[in-house]
T-cell receptor, first 113, second 115 residues
Framework: GDSVTQMEGPVTLSEEAFLTINCTYT??????LFWYVQYPGEGLQLLLK?????DKGSNKGFEATYRKETTSFHLEKGSVQVSDSAVYFCALSPNSNDYKLSFGAGTTVTVRA | SAVISQKPSRDICQRGTSLTIQCQVD?????MFWYRQQPGQSLTLIAT?????????ESGFVIDKFPISRPNLTFSTLTVSNMSPEDSSIYLC????????????FGQGTRLTVV
């Protein structure tokens, strides 16, 4: 079945450092890919998504590119802030019309001032 | 965005008892799902709550243990039956609204501890 493998943390960074969280997937067909974020004390929320190969999702300075050739969807941010401290989840759905999500293990990111 | 109210937000229950979790959405949604997040693990889909009919369960989850109701387009319940400590998890409701650029929204979750 479909699955997501995500770099596990925890990850600790200093402010303004570069962040990358690796995510690879296994799926048949044409999955949609997502990054969800869970800030401390808050619910899970969508950070960005891509629905087809070579699409780039971006939001709040974060970016991820859907790479079909490497089955990857790595999350990057060039300069992190303390407010980016959160748990990040990579996820996929079988296609753009199906919202049954398969999640990665989650990566806890802590940004120190 | 969808406003999702999930109740209770947390509970501590005795083993052998059952707990019903409610998910109320502020507007009609096309799809509703229930997920479980066990301690230190990722989210796992339990089932799709189908309006007016039986839920569709994922592998490893059965109706007798996790009965689900969805009487209308804005409300669903998940019951965790005959609980054991292994059922201690966060249970989350997820919804999808109709329209362009749809996304799955999540409730705040119900943190269940079984003692």
């Amino acid at each position: 079945g479909d699955s997501v493998t995500q770099m596990e943390g925890p990850v600790t960074l200093s402010e303004e450092a570069f962040l990358t969280i690796n995510c690879t997937y296994t799926a048949t067909g044409y999955p949609s890919l997502f990054w969800y974020v869970q800030y401390p004390g808050e619910g899970l929320q969508l950070l960005l998504k891509a629905t087809k190969a070579d699409d780039k999702g971006s939001n709040k300075g974060f970016e991820a590119t859907y790479r079909k050739e490497t089955t990857s969807f790595h999350l990057e941010k060039g300069s992190v802030q303390v407010s980016d401290s959160a748990v990040y989840f990579c996820a996929l759905s079988p296609n753009s019309n199906d919202y049954k999500l398969s999640f990665g293990a989650g990566t806890t990111v802590t940004v120190r001032a | 965005s969808a406003v999702i109210s999930q109740k209770p937000s947390r509970d501590i229950c005795q083993r052998g008892t059952s707990l019903t979790i409610q998910c109320q959405v502020d507007s009609q949604v096309t799809m509703m799902f229930w997920y479980r997040q066990q301690p230190g693990q990722s989210l796992t889909l339990i089932a799709t709550a189908n309006q007016g009919s039986e839920a569709t369960y994922e592998s490893g989850f059965v109706i007798d243990k996790f009965p689900i109701s969805r009487p209308n387009l804005t409300f669903s319940t998940l019951t965790v039956s005959n609980m054991s400590p292994e059922d201690s998890s966060i249970y989350l409701c997820s919804v999808v609204r109709p329209g362009v650029n749809t996304e799955a929204f999540f409730g705040q979750g119900t943190r269940l501890t079984v003692v």
